[in-house]
């Protein structure tokens, strides 16, 4: 025994040494696992934006959505319109019809409770 020990006592190991190792290889086969799940799920590939909008008036907003998609899959589409404020001022669920055209632009008018300054596409989702 050392002058050190006597004075400090000897640190004495709580966890195996194997333990860290074995929790790094499961995160990384938990993470491995999930990643390939994500990638296989069968989701419909289609992509909105909005394409242009018009404030019409104090209670309108015209909005034009462009949609592409690789199937003919028919969705909904949630648009809001916002005030200067960054207030939702008025919002719709916007029916887009499957079709095989892709893009595909659709209009909408979305009434609002004061006047708007921009359209936002929130979501779009399969029908």
């Known amino acids: 025994m050392t002058d050190l020990d006597a004075r400090y006592g000897r640190h004495r190991r709580t966890t195996p040494r194997w333990l860290w190792p074995l929790v790094a290889a499961l995160g990384v086969t938990v993470g491995i696992a999930w990643a390939a799940w994500a990638s296989w799920t069968d989701v419909p590939v289609f992509q909105a934006r ?3 909008y018009e404030v019409i008036d104090a209670q309108r ?12 899959v028919a969705l909904t589409c949630r648009v809001f319109a916002q005030a200067q404020d960054k207030v939702v001022v008025g919002e719709k669920n916007v029916e887009v019809p499957a079709s095989s055209q892709s893009p595909v632009r659709v209009v909408s008018e979305i009434r609002t409770e004061r006047r708007a300054v921009t359209a936002v596409l929130d979501s779009c989702e399969p029908s």
């Open 50 to 52: 909005v394409h242009s």
């Open 61 to 72: 907003t015209q909005v034009d959505l462009e949609i592409f998609r690789d199937e003919p």
